[in-house]
């Protein structure tokens, strides 16, 4: 990758620091061999993966202390991979995806910023069909529902991959795709629930519309 312009910033859980190398801001762009072209990733949607959004904020808080005890946890599309590296600081069991090829390099660099073990990563797409990655107790991610037919194919990911009981915890900013994805979630035999982040003062942007997805089966 040729070299884009980064940034470090510390955020804070309680009294733990999660220290981040992230992209500098959405402008940031690096494809000089055409991997990311490749996979159908445009110029303008190839820095999203690497900078902090407030639903993945929201995430990360949930993860800080939520029951994680004999679980093993997916983060999909995990992006700079905020609630991974959260979870790993835990000594959780968490793996990590994303189709960007360049997240995993940042989910490294990252977790040996913070002096943790590697975090399990897999570059994978939703339809892709990956059986690497087994099953999972706990399936989480954060603003994932932006295109259409995406309810789809990430309801179809998540059950490919999920254990016969098994709980998912989806951030959703409000795109206003939620529904069809829940829709999608019950017809898997899930049960759904659905709240409102609180006491997200650590938020620079609020989530007038953001939504914490929550099923289990």
């Known amino acids: 990758m040729a070299a ?3 940034q470090y910033q510390t955020i804070e859980f309680g009294n733990v620091d999660i220290h981040l190398r992230t992209l500098r801001d959405n402008q940031e762009f690096s494809d000089d061999a055409g991997v990311a072209e490749k996979l159908g990733i445009s110029s303008a949607s190839w820095p999203l993966f ?3 959004w407030p639903s993945g904020e929201v995430l990360a808080h949930l993860m800080f202390d939520y029951r994680i005890e004999g679980k093993r946890i997916l983060e999909v599309g995990c992006g700079i991979a905020l609630s991974s590296l959260v ?13 960007h090829p360049e997240a995993g390099s940042f989910l490294q660099k990252n977790t040996e910023l913070n002096g943790d ?8 797409g939703w339809q892709d069909g990956d059986r690497r990655l087994g ?13 259409q037919g995406h309810a ?23 795109r206003g795709r ?4 829940s829709k999608q979630m019950i017809t898997f035999g899930y049960s759904h629930r659905q709240s409102r982040p609180e006491n997200t003062v650590y938020l ?12 289990q089966r």
Do not use: W
């Open 178 to 181: 939620h529904a069809r994805f």
């Open 117 to 124: 073990k590697a975090i399990p990563f897999i570059r994978t």
């Open 152 to 174: 789809e194919m990430l309801s179809g990911f998540i059950n490919d991959h999920a254990k016969a009981h098994c709980e998912v915890i989806i951030v959703d900013p409000g």
């Open 204 to 215: 620079d942007k609020p989530l007038p519309r953001g939504q914490i997805l929550h099923y």
């Open 135 to 147: 099953k999972f107790d706990l399936i989480i991610g954060s603003d994932l529902l932006y295109e």
């Open 50 to 52: 690497g900078i902090v």
């Open 87 to 99: 979870l790993n600081h835990r000594h959780a069991d968490i793996t990590a995806t994303d189709f």
């Open 4 to 6: 884009v312009r980064v």
